[in-house]
């Protein structure tokens, strides 16, 4: 299997991938300010790790120091930054517009929490790429002489009571020397006597009407609690088992502490297989060749076919999955991203978790981790070998293929492992089909159908251990009906 590896850096810390780059000489500005702040921005937590944002940080800050903007376009960055091909059709391909989203994003969240002492702002304006730098105001903390009245009086009598503590201590000591200068100690106050106070047991015994207020005031407050707290706190108070599982495998999926990548399939590339290469490589789907491919070697149609590599295709269950997971109460959403299988880079599948939908034929990057599974896709052209989710180490009573679906029943594939540095998870949601995936999504969005397994894979260390759910259900026209668990594996395989 052919895999793309990372590009190499050099020492001013971003991707050179042209000769004529002309970044190798970034250290003449190494003592700008502008460029120090980059440079501090791309190593920091709030970029997640990922290189390619910290290298298109770079670049174009390095440009615009350089007074270059012309190199500062969507075309030169996908080239230089992202390993595009000479000429390619940004039309066709927004991996830059959608990166400058994200950096965006990542720029606003830097300011607010790690570079908030930060004196210089850096923002990339919309419309355009080009970095902009201002002064910032940073706040500072109100001196005495900005004290209010009420705060000056206060500290003045703070240093009063302080200067005639000694003095007052003093006198205490005389008058305890001198029995004529005690207080008169206070007799013992009972009940019926003036300044007698009720105890708060006696005075409820006395009035009754202070329960039923009390009761009034706890019920108000409970509804108080219902209404104003967030819902997810009430639910998570009084969940339920199968719930609370649940809820502990959303929170390894989402965090504030990296990037969720929820990946729908690229529908269109099946039918483009079936045309072409089948099943197409990851390598060339990556960089994008298969559809060069096409026109170099003269294929019958590939005007045609072309087309369909433009548009981007994806079913309705794969949206309604990204809807549902949309909707978690635990998903956090400035860490959130739906990217589209195209436009997925290997270095998203490095720094963050990822929820990959649909099969390795509409979503090629599940071949990057099928090596480490026990059930994995295998799809065939022709008759001469099956097709369907294959059984490495079957146990017994299991099949070794799980086949072709057919029009009254289909096979999904839930599986849960680490990212490609293991330093974040990629979940998959899978079938043979539209119905198969659907199975698999039903199968996971139901706590009662995942409390079992998520209980046998939880790990004494907290989280999960890898585990991998195959699931049956019965197709119906097309849609996945009582989805059951078939087979199941629970750690590395």
């Known amino acids: 299997m052919q895999t793309l590896g990372p590009s190499q850096k050099i020492a001013t810390g971003f991707v050179s991938r042209s000769s004529d780059s002309g970044l190798t000489d970034a250290h003449q500005h190494a003592e700008d300010p502008r460029w120090q702040l980059a440079q501090r921005i791309a190593v920091s937590g709030t970029l997640g790790r990922s290189r390619l944002l910290a290298d298109f940080l770079l670049y174009i800050v390095d440009r615009h120091i350089r007074d270059r903007a012309d190199e500062i376009t ?12 000479e000429g390619y059709d940004a039309s066709e391909d927004n991996i830059v517009r959608s990166y400058a989203r994200n950096l965006r994003k990542r720029l606003e969240e830097y300011f607010a929490t790690e570079g908030k002492q930060e004196s210089l702002l850096l923002e990339i304006p919309r419309g355009g790429y080009a970095p902009s730098f201002s002064e910032r105001k940073l706040e500072t903390s109100p001196s005495s002489y900005n004290l209010t009245a009420s705060e000056l009086a206060a500290h003045t009598q703070t240093q009063a009571s302080s200067e005639e503590a000694p003095a007052e201590a003093a006198k205490t000591a005389s008058s305890a020397a001198d029995p004529s200068t005690r207080p008169l100690e206070t007799p013992e106050i009972v009940p019926g006597f003036p300044g007698y106070r009720e105890s708060w047991k006696e005075n409820l ?3 009754p009407y202070w329960t039923s207020l009390m009761l009034c005031i706890g019920f108000a407050l409970g509804l108080a609690c219902a209404f104003l707290l967030p819902r997810p706190i009430m639910r998570h108070a009084v969940a339920s088992p199968a719930i609370a599982e649940s809820h502990k495998l959303w929170t390894q999926l989402f965090s504030s502490s990296h990037d969720t990548f929820i990946v729908p399939s690229d529908d269109g590339l099946i039918i483009m297989q079936s045309l072409i290469e089948r099943p197409l490589p990851l390598a060339n789907y990556v960089n994008g060749s298969y559809r060069t491919n096409l026109k170099r070697n003269d294929v019958p149609g590939a005007s045609e076919i072309l087309k369909l590599g433009k548009r981007r295709y994806t079913s309705v269950v794969d949206l309604d999955l990204v809807s549902r997971l949309s909707q978690v109460d635990d998903v956090v959403p400035e860490r959130t991203i739906v990217r589209y299988a195209r436009d997925l880079r290997m270095d998203d599948l490095r720094t ?9 034929e509409s979503n090629p990057w599940i071949e990057l981790f099928q090596p480490r599974m026990n059930f994995r896709f295998s799809f065939n052209p022709g008759n001469e070998k099956p097709s369907g989710i294959i059984n490495s180490h079957p146990h017994p009573g299991e099949s070794t293929i799980y086949g072709t679906p057919t029009e009254n ?3 999904g594939l839930i599986a849960y ?4 540095s293991g330093t974040g998870h990629v979940l998959i949601v899978a079938g043979l089909n539209t119905a198969g995936t659907e199975a698999a999504a039903k199968f996971l969005l139901s706590p009662s159908l995942m409390m079992g397994p998520l209980h046998r894979a939880s790990s004494p260390r907290g989280g999960f251990e890898q585990f991998e759910l195959l699931v049956g259900a019965d197709n119906v026209a097309s849609n996945a009906v009582s989805p059951q668990l078939i087979a199941e594996r629970i750690g590395p395989q």
């Open 205 to 207: 015994r006395r009035h």
């Open 352 to 360: 963050g978790t990822a929820i990959l939908i649909g099969s390795s």
């Open 409 to 411: 029943h289909t096979y």
């Open 417 to 420: 492992g680490p990212n490609l």
């Open 74 to 85: 969507e075309q030169q960055i996908g080239i230089l930054v992202f390993g595009r091909a």
